[in-house]
């Protein structure tokens, strides 16, 4: 009984797999599960933005500092005490060319003036008393040379009248002694004629030089009186009233604002560009004449003042910075226009806008140049970080990697010849992943 349920134990097991393989035969094993067909690949949406010719040239940008176009400092042209002192004098004055700052002590050269003015007169009147006795002596000389002949004339009656012993030769020999006294005052009035015509040079050169020293005086007396040279605001006042002043003591330091440049510093770059440029006009050291705008911000407007690029400043780079220092020429500081924060221009100027370019102001200065290539832009966002632009061609990306020409205002410059850009293009500005040349590109809706 034992050994029975033994072999039952084993075989049931055996039994139920054997009919669980019939059934999995009988039945055909499991269906496999349908397959799905691939869809095709759809097109990336993308969205675009054309690239545009860009004809005006370009513009660059860099920061300044407005410096003034010169400083004159005025000194005294003659010693003296510092009469009178205007109320033009005080720093920060602004003073119109031609306003009285100074007056030093006039009469000592007041005096000088009417000494050689009289002594001028009486060069005058020696003059005139020689030029009397020279026609005297033109008188006296005429009347001489006519007793001169009288007494040859009688001299040689009286030697014909002596051979013929008619008058003694005494009588003969008085004859021409008289003859010789005529001659010797004829000489000497000759003599007399030369020294008053020598006198009457020595006189002229008196007067001359008399003449000389009185525009001399009046010159000093003129230089008593100091005036401002030019249009300009007073920097530094070095002396005051009542003081005594010697030649050349510096009085007042008056900047120039008729005019005013701005300091600024271009790379090599930049500077290659504005050379190359074809601006009109070349200024200094070989610039074109580049136009520029200087502005100034305050607060959320900005104000606007017309310049040109004019030189270079200095012999060469910063070596600090490796960077090229130049002026921007602005001829009208006090011409300013206002624009508000929407980058439109204001009718009026508001309160707060400053009266005039002033030294000190730190400026942005953008520099137009017109340029020989033909250029193309895109915005921005449009290059990759590795430089990249993918461009959209009949429904397929192009990866180029142009390099750039230039960079401002949120969009980048290319040349047109070397980049591969064409005006008409259109520059993806949107995410692509896997980007590859070729992959389809779909435009999204605007």
């Given amino acids: 009984m034992k050994a029975l349920k033994k072999i039952v134990a084993w075989l049931l097991p055996l039994v139920i797999l054997g009919a669980a393989i019939g059934g999995f035969v009988v039945l055909g094993g499991p269906k496999p599960p349908p397959r799905k067909e691939k869809e095709p690949q759809k097109a990336v949406v993308v969205k675009t933005q054309q690239v545009e010719p860009q004809s005006t040239g370009i513009d660059l940008e860099v920061d300044g500092v407005v410096v003034p ?42 005096l000088d003036v009417a000494r050689l003015e009289k002594e001028l007169a009486q060069a005058g009147l020696a003059i005139e008393e020689v030029d009397e006795e020279l026609i005297q002596n033109a008188t006296s000389i005429e009347l001489s040379k006519r007793q001169v002949e009288l ?61 000389t020293m009185l525009e001399k005086s009046k010159l000093d007396l003129s230089r008593t009186r100091i005036s401002s040279p030019v249009d300009g605001i007073v920097v530094e006042d070095k002396v005051e009233q009542d003081s005594f002043v010697s030649k050349g003591a510096p009085l007042v330091t008056i900047e120039d604002t008729s005019a005013t440049e701005v300091k600024t510093s271009l790379r090599m770059d930049e500077v290659g560009r504005v050379l190359g440029g074809t601006n009109g006009g070349v200024g200094e050291h070989g610039f074109p004449g580049v136009p520029a705008k200087v502005s100034f911000t305050i607060g959320d407007r900005r104000y606007e003042w017309d310049g040109v690029l004019s030189r270079q400043e200095g012999r060469g780079l910063d070596e600090k910075t490796r960077t090229l220092p130049c002026l921007v020429h602005v001829p009208e500081p006090t011409k300013l226009r206002a624009i508000d924060r929407y980058g439109a221009a204001m009718a009026d100027l508001p309160a707060e806008a400053p009266s005039s ?58 040349d047109e010849r070397e980049s591969g850009l064409l005006p008409g293009d259109r520059v993806v500005v949107s995410q692509i992943s896997n980007p590859r040349d070729g992959m389809e590109l779909a435009e999204a809706a605007q």
């Fill in 69 to 110: 176009l010169r400083e004159v400092t005025l000194a005294a042209e003659v010693p003296g005490r510092v009469l009178r002192k205007t109320a033009a004098c005080n720093e920060g004055q602004l003073v119109a060319k031609g306003t009285v700052l100074f007056e030093i002590d006039p009469r000592d050269y007041e």
């Fill in 151 to 211: 007494a040859r004339r009688e001299a040689v009656r009286l030697e014909g009248l002596k051979a013929s012993k008619i008058v003694t030769e005494s009588e003969h020999d008085r004859a021409l002694r008289e003859e010789l006294t005529a001659a010797n005052s004829l000489t000497m009035l000759e003599g007399q004629k030369r020294v008053l015509a020598k006198r009457r040079n020595r006189l002229l050169e008196a007067q001359s030089l008399a003449g």
């Fill in 357 to 414: 370019l002033l030294r000190g102001m730190f400026v942005n200065v953008l520099l137009h140049v017109d340029v020989q290539q033909p250029l193309v832009s895109v915005p921005q966002e449009a290059v990759r970080p590795t430089g990249d632009l993918f461009v959209m061609r009949n429904g397929r990306l192009t990866i180029l990697r142009p390099r750039p020409f230039h960079a401002a205002a949120d969009r980048i410059t290319y």
